[in-house]
């Protein structure tokens, strides 16, 4: 029973170990960015030794795609909570995207896994980083609002990867201080013109 107790203190501590290190790194990294920041001062700011770093990451790439993968989950956790199986397909993209806006608010997420996301780990990192966590609730929608009808049916991933960008685009202008109404009404307008609706003649109105 002690052996099993003494396990589960040191996983504790190992996990407590790694959390610090990934707090620390985030408050750096908003604050001064990726480039700027030092592994010393990581260590410093978490409270650890340096050769704890290096026994959870490889190198500051590593924590930083740690830090990064972390922000992704946690925007993925706001869209999720934000639109239950409850809402019909169409009010849970909206509501998503609402969410999505609303969590890339917060201080510094934009810079992490907008700007300096993809430079330091490359694009197909970033994207494999986002179809685990964002893009995979903005998939899962997509594909529920096309199999309800609700929306006229396209190549889900290219879909996906569209409308993200388009999001991503309206997070990166509300952080520069544009209107998150204004792109709110615009990417619910997008939504919305996904909708299927009659098929129009090609044959002109008849004149009077």
């Not at 620390?24 to 050769?51: C, D, H, N, Q």
């Not at 909206?94 to 896994?113: C, H, I, V």
Request: hydrophobic residues 45%; glycine residues 6%; without cysteine.
């Amino acid at each position: 029973m002690q052996q099993e107790s003494g396990r589960r203190s040191n996983r504790d501590r190992t996990e407590a170990t790694r959390a610090d290190l990934i707090r620390a790194a985030r408050k750096l990294f908003t604050e001064k960015s990726y480039a700027e920041t030092g592994t010393p001062e990581i260590v410093a700011e978490a409270g650890v030794t340096r050769g704890a770093l290096y026994h959870h990451f490889a190198d500051k790439q590593a924590l930083f795609a740690a830090v990064v993968e972390q922000e992704a989950a946690a925007v993925a956790a706001e869209i999720d909570h934000a639109s239950p199986p409850s809402l019909s397909a169409r009010d849970a993209l909206t509501a998503g995207s609402d969410a999505y806006l609303k969590a890339m608010r917060a201080p510094g997420r934009t810079r992490l896994l907008l700007l300096d996301g993809p430079a330091v780990l490359g694009r197909a990192a970033m994207d494999e980083i986002d179809n685990r966590h964002g893009n995979r609730s903005l998939r899962e929608g997509l594909v529920a609002a096309m199999r309800a009808q609700a929306m006229t049916r396209l190549p889900a991933e290219a879909l996906t990867a569209l409308l993200a960008a388009a999001f991503d685009r309206a997070a990166l202008a509300i952080e520069a201080g544009a209107s998150s109404e204004e792109y709110r009404v615009v990417l619910t307008a997008l939504i919305d013109g996904l909708s299927p609706s009659p098929r129009r003649s090609m044959r002109p109105a008849p004149s009077h």
